[in-house]
């Protein structure tokens, strides 16, 4: 099956500091990623929707230029919390869309990064 | 009213039970009926999707669709405690020029030994 990375597995920043999450699909081309942010014991939060070579789409109440996705190629989006402060501690899990795939359109999910700011 | 509803739990069923687990939606347009199993700090991971109403059976797992009620089932034959995880249902919906996955909030299984 469809393999989605994610790196670093966790991070321990400095309040005030940015963070960059890299997901990279590993065997296939995804020309849409999606990132998600999940608190705990609650259910995955959508953030954005990044598409490759366009801007990524942003879910209302997230601040666009807090959190910087880029989706440079067909395998690889990152993430960047910028000026990162202890409420963005979360676990941020990404997912690829593989635009070969069936029409249900199957997102393969990446096993989360865990931020943590001091 | 959320999109999607779902009982977070915990359930906790004794190895080898039948587990049901449940899900109902309020948007009649949903596409496509998925279920995800989560284990603690880890990424959701596919088990079933299906589309139309009916059963669809693979191995253990059924994951049933009621469209008329807006109701959709995921059942575990011969639990074991290595399916205690977090159970999400999610479904498809079109969104702008995306397709998006409106989730569940999980419900979180324990299969006791």
């Known amino acids: 099956g469809a393999v989605v990375s994610q790196h670093p597995s966790r991070v321990i920043c400095k309040s005030g500091t940015s963070v960059k999450i890299e997901c990279r699909s590993l065997d296939f081309q995804a020309t849409t990623m999606f990132w998600y942010r999940q608190f705990p014991k609650k259910s995955l939060m959508l953030m954005a929707t990044?598409?490759?070579?366009?801007?990524?789409?942003?879910e209302q109440g997230v601040e666009k230029d807090k959190f910087l996705i880029n989706h440079a190629s067909l395998t690889l989006s990152t993430l960047t919390v910028t000026s990162a402060h202890p409420e963005d501690s979360s676990f941020y899990i990404c997912?690829?869309?593989?635009?070969?795939?069936?029409?249900?359109?199957?997102?393969?999910f990446g096993p989360g990064t865990r931020l943590t700011v001091l | 009213q959320k999109e999607v509803e779902q009982d977070p739990g915990p359930l906790s069923v004794p190895e080898g039970a039948i587990v049901s687990l449940n899900c109902t939606y309020s948007?009649?347009?949903?596409?496509?009926f998925m279920w995800y199993r989560q284990y603690s700090r880890k990424g959701p991971e596919l088990l079933m999707y299906?589309?139309s109403s009916g059963n669809k059976e693979d191995g253990r797992f059924t994951a049933q669709v009621d469209k008329s009620s807006k109701y959709i089932s995921l059942f575990i034959r011969d639990s074991q405690p290595s399916d205690s995880a977090t159970y999400l249902c999610?479904?498809?919906?079109?969104?702008?020029?995306?397709?998006?996955?409106?989730w569940g909030a999980g419900t979180k299984l324990i299969i006791k030994p």
């Open positions: 990044s598409n490759e070579g366009s801007k990524a789409t942003y």
């Open positions: 997912s690829a869309r593989d635009w070969t795939s069936g029409s249900y359109n199957e997102q393969f």
């Open positions: 299906t589309y």
């Open positions: 999610a479904m498809t919906a079109v969104r702008g020029s995306n397709y998006q996955l409106i």
């Open positions: 948007n009649s347009a949903f596409q496509y």
